[in-house]
């Protein structure tokens, strides 16, 4: 069984950036693929970014492309989400997620990931 613990999360203005941390247990995180999602008041859960095991590769929705970035640390088992050009609209509960140990280069559907962890809130300020 996999656990992600999300921190980093806060209050920021529009314009800043944040990094957002995602540290994994029972289970490495360079073998599967592991994303972010988010969910802001009254709105669905919106995919926001993964890497994958293969590749590995980088996958972004459209609103976050260009100004977030997903990496990697093996050797921490930790995924990270740099977040730059913050917007309002970027406020939402930030999730970590990971997949089954899966050796894709491909973008899971959504529904493929097994392991989430609790969020963090990311407040952006205009």
């Known amino acids: 069984q996999v656990q992600l613990v999300e921190s980093g999360g806060g209050l920021v203005q529009a314009g800043k950036s944040l990094t957002l941390s995602c540290a994994a247990s029972g289970g490495k995180i360079s073998v599967r693929t592991t994303g972010w999602f988010r969910q802001a008041p009254g709105k669905e859960r919106e995919f926001a970014a993964a890497?994958?095991?293969?590749?590995?590769?980088?996958y972004y929705a459209n609103s976050t492309k260009g100004r977030f970035t997903i990496s990697r640390d093996n050797a921490k088992n930790t995924v990270y989400l740099q977040m730059s050009s913050l917007k309002p609209e970027d406020t939402a509960v930030y999730y970590c997620?990971?997949?089954?140990?899966?050796?894709?280069?491909?973008?899971?559907?959504?529904?493929?990931?097994?392991?989430w962890g609790q969020g963090t809130q990311v407040t952006v300020s205009s």
């Open positions: 890497i994958t095991w293969i590749g590995p590769n980088t």
């Open positions: 997620a990971a997949t089954r140990t899966t050796a894709t280069s491909r973008r899971p559907d959504d529904s493929e990931y097994a392991y």
